[in-house]
């Protein structure tokens, strides 16, 4: 398996066809391991929590995280997709804000009526 992860392939004596398939697989590892690595990220990075207060007028409000961690800020500029109301639950990233942490990437996932509903 060395063969594969050889720095300098020009100077193995195989026909060019295999040098080009050698150094394309070893492109497409990479490519593997770096989407691995973005899935993981992204699975694991973001928590859930639900909207306590959010005021549209005044574009801002705040999350009570479900692992029982202090409520975090919210800005509306980082909600992405559908606007999100008291009660909904979401998914968000934890990121240093103005004036310290602030929920980034903000998704909703459930509405509260439809939690009612159910």
């Known amino acids: 398996m060395s063969i594969l992860f050889y720095s300098n392939l020009s100077t193995i004596s195989l026909p060019k ?29 973001m928590t859930t929590g639900i909207v306590k207060f959010f005021n549209r007028t005044k574009d801002f409000g705040f999350i009570t995280p479900e692992d029982g961690s202090k409520d975090v800020f919210v800005h509306g500029s980082n909600v992405i997709g559908e606007a999100i109301a ?4 979401v998914t968000f990233e934890v990121g240093e804000g103005r004036k ?19």
Not at 100 to 118: D, F, H, L, W
């Open 17 to 45: 066809f295999a040098l080009a398939f050698l150094r394309l697989f070893r492109i497409f590892l990479a490519g593997a391991i770096v989407l691995q690595n973005f899935i993981y990220y992204q699975y694991y990075s």
């Open 86 to 89: 008291d009660g909904d639950t």
């Open 100 to 118: 310290g942490p602030e929920a980034k990437n903000v998704t909703k996932i459930a509405s509260a009526q439809m939690e009612m509903a159910a």
